[in-house]
């Protein structure tokens, strides 16, 4: 048991899934909580069995669907320990998962998230080929704007979108979700808000085994989140709600670093053209990055110029990257 520690297990209907889910986790924590989305199944026979079993596991039953995301909110307000992860109803960790990312807590306190490596399978074929690295990127950057940059941008793969599933500082995850959220991406919404106060690590040594649901289709994932159905309408106002949300987080990661150039501008087209464009709230907001598109074509011209050679390139690349 690893005192300083509360995982959250979010269940809804996992019957075969959520008593490996339970066992892989209890021992690696000082409180477990379940909460149980009013499932129809045998999911809260199952967990009223291991309370049993467990000392330091807790069982609560909601008495409607509220929605994955309303019920993470729901278990966030019972943690009190500094580290706490969430945990899928249907997923399991191995034996050393939280003491090996905890310990890249304690030896880094200018990270704010340690994740594992993603090794999905299939509840009817077991494991299925994993990769062998994470796509991390600038996650461990030390410059805020390059960490946030990359989430926004969608440089995370598919394995490395399931950090949101490693071990957080309980202080600033706080800061980082709330109700007001979008429903669209809400574990990226996290992820760079968290990057933003620091960088997060990843260990290849620490494992999340997540099931793939190959049948999950884009209404089924909104309904688990939000317990309501969506129309096509909804699902792209949740999408530019999305847009917009992260390009606060990419402005506010800018300004915080005196960082005036085009790149916030760049993440803001990716972000529109992917998700739906959305409306600036201030048209002069955009001044700025146009002058540093100028400068920079000059400083292309320059450097390609005959007798260019002199200029420093060392300031160029900086310029380049915001610093």
Known sequence: ?????TICILVYNE?????????????????????????SDR?????????????NMEYFRQPDNIGSKANGVFLLSLVETPYFMFLGGHDYLNSTYVKTLKDLLDKNPDVVLAGGRNIPFRKDYGPCPASDSIRSGFLDSHCAFNRVEFIAKDGLNKDGCFII??????????????????????DLIVLAKEAAFGRIL??????????????????????????????????????????????????????????????PFRTRMHLSVKYGSFRRENVLDFLPYMATYIAEKRFCTIRQA??????????????????
Do not use: W
């Open 202 to 263: 990843i260990s290849m040594e620490a494992e999340y085994y997540s099931e793939t649901r190959i049948a999950d289709t884009q209404d089924e994932y909104f309904h688990r989140i939000t317990a309501r159905r969506l129309d096509s309408k909804d699902m792209h106002r949740e999408m530019v709600e999305y847009a917009k949300y992260m390009y606060s987080i990419v402005k506010h990661a800018a300004r915080a670093k005196h960082l005036i150039a085009l790149r």
């Open 43 to 55: 999911t809260g026979e199952i967990c009223l069995r291991l309370v049993k079993e467990f000392s």
């Open 306 to 323: 005959p007798g260019s050679e002199s200029i420093n390139e060392s300031f160029i690349n900086s310029f380049r990257e915001g610093q």
């Open 15 to 39: 019957e075969h899934g959520v008593e490996k889910a339970i066992r892989s986790a209890a021992d690696q924590c000082e409180r477990l909580i379940v909460s149980d989305n009013a499932s």
């Open 1 to 5: 048991m690893i005192k300083g520690v």
């Open 165 to 186: 599933y490693g071990l957080h500082r309980m202080e600033i995850f706080r800061r980082c979700f709330d109700e007001q959220i979008p429903t669209c991406g809400c």
